[in-house]
Every structure is written in structure tokens, then in C-alpha cells.
């Protein structure tokens, strides 16, 4: 399945993009605006989670609202899903050795487009 470096050529790939390490982990940005990272599971998220806590790694993702986020979870939880952390938020948390790179990528293109400044992201869906 999808590898971090799976998750670097992509997000790289977008323009504008940059990659940022903080608090030893990567983040993609769109212009400053984080759209993709990596998100280790801290130890409230453990405790939520219980037994199905993931114990590979797991990618954070921007997306363009909750109901696309409860949708993603609802289709596969298997390989999306949450913690109360975020609640409320508009992001989803990615079981990274369950995506396939097609959907790693169609994620992650989202994820800029809902970061990316609105005349970059018309420049990227008319090219």
C-alpha cells in the first residue's frame, strides 16, 4: 500500500508546495496552509480508540468539510477514521498501509484544493 515517500512525490508534485519537519514530523503546505501530514496517535487518541488504535503510520488530511469527512469514514472505515481531537474539524485521519496510492493521491489532491488560494487551485483544474 501507500509509503510516506508515496506521500511526498504526490504532495511535492502539486504546485506551490512545500514540506516542513516539526516536532520530528512532516507536514505538505499549499502557500503556508497545511494540507497534508503526518500524525502519530498521542496518548488521549490510544485511549479513545482502544483496541482499533492503528498501530502503523497514519497520515492527517484536509478536507473540504465534515460531511465528506463522516462520508470517507462511513465508506472505508477500514481505512479512514477519526479522534476526538478532531472533532468538528475538517480533517480525517488515513490508515497509510491500508490506502492504495490512487487513493492516497486523490486524497491528497483534494487536500490541496482546499488549501490552495482559490486562483492557484483554478489554475491547477484548468492545466
Known sequence: MATWEDVRRIALALPETTE??????????????????????????????GDSAPDGPVLGASVPDIGVKAALIADDPEVYFTTPHFDGYAAVLVRLDKITVA?????????WLTQAPKRLAAEFRSS
Not at 20 to 49: C, I, N
Not at 103 to 111: G, H, S
Open 103 to 111: 487513493e492516497l493521491e486523490e486524497l491528497t489532491v483534494e487536500a
Open 20 to 49: 516542513q519537519v516539526s516536532r520530528d514530523t512532516a507536514q505538505w503546505r499549499v502557500k503556508g496552509k497545511g494540507f497534508v501530514w503526518e500524525r502519530p496517535l498521542r496518548r488521549a487518541d490510544l485511549a479513545a480508540l
